[in-house]
């Protein structure tokens, strides 16, 4: 009969004590990783507010309106600065090109601009106008806001923007170029926050004269000394 050496025998409760104990160590390990990441993470999350107090300056509270119509302009900065566009603020800035923005396609044309009357053809031009106001705008009533114009070269496309407090206003404006008695505008009302605003819109009108007296003084002939006056109306 024979024996076996318990010596060589396989010992499964130490080598269950064994796995224990190697998992005990990763454990910690994997804790030790952890900690150092997270205090590497909030370091570099408090060091740039940190910089900026030691060694900037406060930055500059900056007007809400000019950012409200920088963040409308910028899209046209390039076009600009490539004379492909035009952008005059309302009233200009001395850098600004002071030119006048004007729609047309021949037959009709008019000035952007709140009070513009409509000009139709005549002749060689446009300078027939006629007592037709077609702008609708939005009515400043008691806070003066910001207002700006684009003109696309390009395109024959004039922007308007306006920004107030609580709501900014883009309108755009062209010229119909197959249908030439069209005139178009677009106008879109933003409001930026979550408040309800009441608007007062400026509609198209008609604006007729009204009859007036107007007394010329001409000066005397040769046969009399007598101041004539003559009495004209319009």
Same mark, same amino acid.
Not at 138 to 152: I, K, L
Not at 208 to 227: A, E
């Given at each position: ?40 993470? @909030?370091?570099? /999350?408090?060091?740039?507010? +940190?910089? #900026?107090?030691?060694?900037? *300056?406060?930055?500059? !509270? ?87 114009? @684009?003109?696309? /070269?390009?395109?024959?496309? +004039?922007? #308007?923007?306006?920004?107030? *407090?609580?709501?900014? !206003? ?65």
């Amino acid at each position: 009969m024979f024996r076996t050496d318990k010596s060589n025998k396989f010992d499964l409760g130490e080598f269950k004590r064994k796995l224990k104990r190697l998992a005990d160590g990763s454990f910690l390990s994997y804790r030790r990783i952890f900690l150092l990441l997270l205090g590497i993470c @909030v370091f570099f /999350y408090i060091l740039p507010p +940190v910089f #900026r107090y030691l060694f900037m *300056s406060t930055p500059e !509270v900056k007007d809400p309106h000019m950012q409200c119509m920088d963040d409308r302009l910028t899209p046209f900065f390039l076009q600009n600065y490539e004379f492909d566009a035009n952008i005059r603020h309302v009233p200009p800035h001395p850098e600004e090109r002071n030119f006048i923005p004007y729609i047309g396609n021949g037959y009709i044309g008019m000035e952007v601009a709140h009070d513009a009357s409509l000009n139709i053809k005549s002749g060689r031009s446009m300078q027939l106008p006629m007592q037709f106001h077609p702008v609708v705008s939005v009515a400043q009533r008691n806070e003066a806001g910001r207002e700006a114009m @684009v003109v696309e /070269y390009l395109s024959g496309t +004039v922007h #308007r923007f306006q920004c107030f *407090s609580n709501y900014f !206003v883009a309108y755009t404006y062209y010229a119909h170029r197959t249908h030439p008695s069209v005139l178009m505008q677009e106008i879109k009302i933003t409001n930026t926050r979550n408040t309800i605003e009441e608007v007062e819109l400026i509609f198209p009108r008609i604006y007729f004269q009204s009859p007036t007296s107007h007394v010329i003084k001409l000066g005397s002939t040769t046969q009399s000394s007598v101041l004539k006056e003559f009495e004209v109306s319009t």
